[in-house]
């Protein structure tokens, strides 16, 4: 099951090791790795002391401010990721 704002394949990964999402880098500030699916384009912020959490693009760029550098530099196509809905 998908968790919400992400995808089957990367929400799975969590339990399976498969699909996992690409890693994008490391945020000492928020002590977390920002990861981006490449089939739903969903970015997931990987905590020291946290469970895995998918993230909006806002906040993937908060703890990594040269994010567009670093997807560029991958060179991956993500696609936009999915609406993730406040609540």
């Known amino acids: 099951m998908a968790r919400p704002g992400a995808c089957e394949i990367c929400s799975a990964f969590w339990v399976t090791g498969l699909g996992r999402a690409e890693t994008l880098g490391v945020s000492d500030e928020f002590m977390a790795e920002i990861r981006r699916c490449r089939h739903c384009g969903a970015y997931w912020e990987v905590g020291a002391f946290s469970h895995p959490k998918v993230i909006t693009r806002a906040q993937a760029t908060r703890e990594l401010p040269d994010l567009d550098r670093l997807e ?14 406040s609540g």
């Open 72 to 85: 560029q530099g991958l060179g991956i196509a993500f696609p936009d990721p999915p609406t993730i809905e």
